[in-house]
Structure formats: C-alpha cells, structure tokens
C-alpha cells in the first residue's frame, strides 16, 4: 500500500519529462506544475461543455468495466456504501455524523475525479458542484435529466418528478447560512452542514425508495458527485470565513486515521487528514467563484481560539415523541426560565439550542421536516417567517435498516436565537415546538410528503451555549 504524498507526484512528473510514453494518467501529474484545475458551477455549463461530455464518456466507461475493477463504476460506489455482499477492500467506508464527513468525501472525491478524468478523455476534467444555494438551480441539473444520457437514473432509483423537471428544492432544505454561522468544527459547523443542505437534498432527492436517499446506493447516481462536490466546496467557504474557524489541527485522529483508495491506475493508496487541508495545493483544485483558500499546516497547529459550553436548562417531561404524517406540537412550560432564554437570545456569546436526541426510524422515512418554535394557533408554518429554526431528515444516522455501519441514533441541534423573541412575544409561558413533514415543490407548489416510516424523537431539550475564549 503506497502513502499518497505529493512527492510522489513530483518524483514521477520528473520522470515523465524524460520518458517518451505518456500513459494519460501522467498527463495530470503535469499538471501540478501548473494552475490548479477547476471544479466549475455546473449551472453555467451547457450540455456540449467538455466537462458534462467527458463527465458522460467516463461513466460509460466506468459501467463497462468489470465490478472487480476498483475504478468500475460499480467499485467506486461500493466504496461509499453498497448492498452488495462480499465486503471488498474499502468498501462501506462513508464517514457520516463523525468528524470525518467532511475530510472523508473529500479524498473519496478526489480519486473518484482523477478516474473519471482518465475516462473522460478531456485534460483537466474536474467535478462541477451543484450550487442550490442559489434559486436558479433547485432542480436537478438539465443534463441529469436526458433519458439518453449515462448521467441518467430512471424512476424508481430516482424518482420521476426529478427526472422532468417538475420537482425542485425548497428553499429551507438548502439553507447554509446556520452552519455556515457556527465557528466550532465538531460538533459544530461540519455536523450542521451535513444535516442542511446534505442530508436533506439526499432525502428529498430519494425520498424513500431512490438512490440518492439510501446511503447504500446513493453514490451509484452521478448526481451524488456533484451534491459532494458542492458540499467539499462549502467547507473552504467556511474556512474563509475565518474567525476562528479552523479545522481540528489538535486531534492527532482527526489528522492521521488513514482511509484506503485506489487512483486511476488501480493503486491502492491510503490518505489522512492532513494530506487534504489545503485543496489547491495538495489535491490540485480549485471551485469556481471561491474566496482564496485558507492554507492550513499539520504541523503548524492552530488551537480554535474559542470553547463552547452547554447547560441544559429544560427536559421536554412527556411522551417520547413520534413524527408521522400529520404536524406535532410539544408544548414548553418555561416557568421562570423565560427571562434567561431572552437574555440568551440576545446576547452574542450564547446560544439557545434546541437539541433533539435519540432520533430514530426503522426504515428510511424519505421526508425532511421542518420545525418551527413559538408558531401562534391557526398560523400557517412559513419557512421564511420568524418561527421557523430548521429543517432535519434521516439519511445516515439514526435508520435500523440501514446495515452498513453500527447503528447510531441521529442527534440535531438548532439555534433558537432568531425565534425566541418573536415567540415569547406571542406567548410568554410556553415555548411551543412544531415539528411538520415537508415535502418538495412540485411545480413551484409545496407537495404533500409520504411519511414511509414513523421517526421517534427520544429526548428534546433546551440548552444554552457559552462561548468562551480559550484559554489554551
Ligand atoms: Cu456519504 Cu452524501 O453521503
């Protein structure tokens, strides 16, 4: 097993130089010498664009290969998640609800791109992303959509509505800007992101029976890269945002737990955290539009200048509660804790958070769910309105008969900053939480979900969040 570094790049690229047989693998290594590649927005790129017919040209390529053929279509899969028996070296090793979810895509990505470079046949192919933060692109993606296309997955593995173009995202399932706010990695602005937009586009995507919404199968459709693509890119977006956002340089785990690959030419490689902090420089990528990258060092840690610290100030007492298809209110007694969740609300180092523990389904619901706290009697729930704190969905966390991983229960949080003086306002004795199925637009419209199996919340509960200067 070779440890990738990019030494091995250099080394080879010198020899390159010299050697007149140029594999089209040792094309990009050229490349490290000069400008980084580009993951481009995929909404500005036409169906004749290189990187849409290469994109194509490669999956075919990759289908036809033999599924022992780590670089088959089938293989690269697999190594995010399969139902296919007989374990294979790097097979269901997708890294979700850990700290790794953001580091682990990024290497799987990386390889995946440099075989469909190869395939594709076009120097300096790289992944576009699917940017849905913007309104212009809560579709699928045109050239998903060509039934002629190897890019397309028929109905029911992705479900006809997406294919025509008649569904689209809701604005609230893609909201980036709660993660984006948050300045702590983990549990933090990683576990936030994975939460909204990534597991809600997979679950609204799938639903309960699609590909895009079963972690098994959802990297067999090649819309899955362009959703990781984009959720790679909203990582260094983070980053750049600075004010103490930095990856967790301190943790010896979180920077050396190596994760096995193959590369273009079947090699098989590990990688580890710090060989992926600074994307243009080690991985040879950049996104298009993106402020300059943060050039973060293994070696040279930067220790978060902030800790965060939570107290738990109210325990929902009642019933576990389950969600099916009909909205569920809990009401919350706030006795004599309403003038701290004020003060809280509005303070700039605390948080109110409502966390929801224990989350549980048998089987995958296919439904995200809106949740909207101090919502008054016989108001309609609006996502954009003041009562509104977020959206959940069960994709990795939290599903029984998901098999792949050990099973764990889903765990959310959310700020109540921006509802608590609305709420309070119309009700100061109670803190009523509304939890509603939400479904996908179709045709502009918000549609009716299907709840295909009930989730159980086991605890609900308030805390406030202290954020302190370090003192390390
Ligand atoms: Cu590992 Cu979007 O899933």
Not at 16 to 39: E, H, K, Q, W, Y
Not at 223 to 241: C, G, P, T
Request: proline share 7%.
């Amino acid at each position: 097993m070779k440890k990738h570094s990019r030494r091995r790049f250099l080394t080879t690229a010198g020899a390159a130089a010299s050697v007149a047989i140029l594999g089209p693998s040792l094309l990009d290594v050229s490349s490290v010498f000069a400008a980084p590649f580009t993951r481009r927005d995929i909404g500005g790129l036409g169906a004749a664009d290189p990187i849409i017919t290469g994109y194509k040209t490669a999956v075919t390529a990759m289908k036809a290969l033999p599924a022992t053929d780590p670089r088959s279509w089938t293989y690269q899969a697999a190594i995010h998640g399969t139902h296919l028996s007989g374990a294979k070296t790097a097979w269901n090793t997708c890294e979700h609800h850990t700290y790794f979810f953001w580091s682990w895509h990024r290497m799987y990505l990386y390889f995946f791109e440099r075989i469909v470079r190869k395939y594709s046949g076009v120097y300096g192919w790289a992944l576009p992303y699917w940017n849905y933060s913007s309104p212009t692109q809560r579709q699928l993606p045109a050239v998903f959509r060509d039934s002629t296309s190897s890019l397309f997955v028929p109905n029911p593995n992705r479900p006809n509505a997406w294919n025509t173009g008649a569904a689209s995202l809701p604005a609230a399932h893609v909201n980036t800007s709660a993660g984006m706010a948050l300045i702590n990695f983990y549990p933090g602005a990683s576990s936030s992101l994975e939460g909204n937009p990534h597991d809600n586009v997979h679950v609204d995507i799938g639903g309960a029976t699609g590909w895009m919404g079963d972690i098994q199968a959802a990297a067999q459709d090649p819309v899955f890269y362009v959703h990781h693509s984009n959720m790679d890119r909203l990582w260094n977006i983070w980053k750049a945002q600075g004010g103490g956002r930095v990856d967790p340089l301190s943790d010896s785990t979180w920077k050396n737990t190596p994760f096995t690959f193959f590369d273009e030419n079947k090699t098989q490689l590990t990688m580890t955290g710090c060989d992926v902090l600074r994307a243009a420089e080690q991985l040879n990528y950049t996104y298009e539009g993106e402020p300059a990258q943060v050039k973060e060092y293994c070696l040279r840690i930067i220790f978060p200048p902030w800790v965060f610290q939570l107290v738990e100030l109210i325990r929902w007492p009642g019933p576990p509660i389950e969600l099916g298809p009909d909205p569920v209110k809990i009401p919350i007694e706030l006795k004599d804790m309403r003038q701290r969740l004020m003060s809280a609300a509005e303070s700039k180092t605390q948080t109110v958070l409502l966390k929801l523990d224990g989350v549980e389904a048998d089987k995958l619901p296919g439904v995200v769910w809106d949740i909207y706290a101090g919502l008054p009697a016989n108001t309609e729930p609006d996502s954009e309105g003041p009562y509104y704190v977020g959206s959940m969905s069960l994709f990795s966390a939290g599903v029984h008969s998901n098999m792949q991983h050990k099973f764990k229960p889903a765990e959310f949080a959310f700020s109540l900053d921006r509802a608590i003086p609305a709420a309070l306002k119309t009700n100061a004795e109670k803190l009523e939480i509304t939890i509603v199925p939400s479904g996908i637009l179709i045709n502009g419209k918000r549609s009716q979900p299907k709840v295909a199996s009930k989730v159980r919340i086991g605890s609900l509960s308030i805390a406030i969040e202290n954020q302190q200067k370090s003192t390390r």
